[in-house]
């Protein structure tokens, strides 16, 4: 065990190495854009130029992926003069709620917003609803002022050459694509017009009753704006990913080994489990998640003070994820975020258990990191343990995933009603793992 440990903190350092210098080619990226959009608002006041992009950049230097970055738009309305017209409860599994964003016949100052290139008509004439704001019409506007605002940034040689075509702007179905190019590196941008709104949002203050995170700052987060989102052609949505990076962001001022965990294992799931990027896999986002489930379930300071342990942490909930095929969404648990991911849970699910068991391989950056792999910290049989919250959910808890970070050799936690809550479990789960102990 005294040689696990150092490649553990060998492989963060390497990971480390490289934050700065994609932080540098981040910011000469986001630099180009911000550029650009400061054009589109020169030439239509409407759309604005949002500069608080410290989240954005902080996720970007916790991955080694170069997966595509949003960028919010926000769009200069007064949101609390619309109305929203909910269309009923989500389906279940279907995540937030889509609502209409309309106008209302009393409505002031907002007849910038009830042009036609972004407003429909309401055919009921009695109705207190004028027409509504669609966001399928708001991206075709966009996409034109984008490619206007390329053409002038090149033109007048405000951006550098090569760094930005406009051919590369592609139109989808909830957000606009564009590349970046910043030295040897390019960046996929997602352009998003959001409308900022004081909105409720229950599914998040149902999650202030979750420990794990630090005093008041989910209430903070629910003090602020929320953003909404195109959902589709015409309907809108709250942006649960904004709020998701704002709690990943107030993880990372507790003190332990949250953050570098969730790095690590970006860079495991890249380079072993993606194939170098070659291979459909796990996404950001979904081991963003994962660390929000472990930091829930494992609330205690001492769970993260170790890095070995802290990864662990995450290994154990992911890897119960993927063997009962069901990430349940953070602030919707009934969303499923491996539904409809098209990848292939029973491979994936070998590729993390084998890590798992044996991380010594993967951990392994230079020549003086070579030697035997101890033997593996499992035996068969596991798999079966890890489905048992499928069949009863009441396992969804510390106690349950104490287990399974004792059968990986990880558990060091000394608070003996945890233990005794574990050691319960552990007699409980005993004979329908299969397994003899």
Wanted: hydrophobic share 40%.
């Amino acid at each position: 065990m005294a040689l696990q440990v150092p490649l553990w903190h060998h492989y963060l350092r390497a990971i480390r190495s490289r934050a700065a210098p994609r932080a540098q080619d981040y910011q000469r990226a986001e630099n180009v854009l911000l550029t650009v959009l400061e054009r589109v608002h020169a030439r239509d006041p409407r759309f604005l130029v949002d500069y608080s992009r410290d989240l954005e950049a902080l996720q970007f230097a916790l991955r080694s992926s170069d997966g595509p970055v949003d960028v919010e738009v926000p769009l200069r309305v007064d949101a609390q003069a619309l109305l929203s017209e909910e269309l009923g409860a989500s389906e279940r599994g279907n995540g937030p709620v889509s609502c209409r964003l309309g106008v209302p016949r009393e409505g002031a100052g907002l007849e910038q917003w009830m042009t036609d290139d972004v407003f429909t008509s309401s055919s009921d004439v009695s109705a207190n609803c004028l027409g509504h704001l669609v966001p399928g019409k708001v991206l075709h506007v966009l996409k034109d002022l984008l490619v206007a605002a390329i053409v002038h940034c090149k033109h007048h040689s405000l951006i550098a050459p090569g760094s930005l075509k406009a051919d590369s702007l592609r139109a989808e179905e909830l957000h606009l694509s564009l590349l970046v190019s910043s030295g040897w590196r390019t960046i996929r941008f997602n352009v998003v017009p959001v409308v900022r709104w004081k909105h409720q949002v229950p599914a998040l203050e149902g999650a202030q009753r979750a420990p794990g995170f630090p005093e008041g700052s989910l209430r903070r987060i629910i003090s602020q704006e929320v953003a909404l989102v195109p959902a589709s052609a015409e309907l809108w949505r709250v942006s649960t990913d904004y709020l998701l990076t704002r709690l990943l962001s107030e993880l990372g001022s507790l003190p332990g080994h949250r953050l570098d965990s969730l790095s690590i294992l970006d860079r495991v799931n890249y380079e072993s489990w993606c194939d170098g990027g070659r291979s459909p896999g796990l996404t950001f986002s979904h081991l963003k998640t994962v660390l929000l489930w472990a930091s829930v379930l494992f609330p205690a300071p001492e769970d993260w003070a170790e890095l070995q342990g802290a990864v662990y942490r995450l290994l154990v909930v992911l890897l119960c994820c993927v063997a009962t095929r069901n990430l349940p969404h953070f602030l919707h648990p009934e969303h499923n975020l491996l539904q409809d991911t098209r990848l292939d849970l029973n491979a994936l699910y070998q590729r993390v258990e084998r890590f798992a068991s044996q991380p010594e391989a993967s951990l392994r950056i230079h020549v003086t990191h070579l030697g035997r792999s101890p033997p593996p910290r499992i035996g068969h049989g596991v798999k079966a343990l890890l489905q048992l919250p499928a069949s009863d959910p009441s396992y969804w808890a510390t106690a349950y995933f104490d287990v399974l970070l004792d059968k990986f050799q990880v558990f060091h936690i000394q608070d003996k009603a945890r233990v005794a809550a574990m050691q319960s479990i552990f007699r409980k789960t005993k004979t329908l793992s299969g397994e003899d102990g």
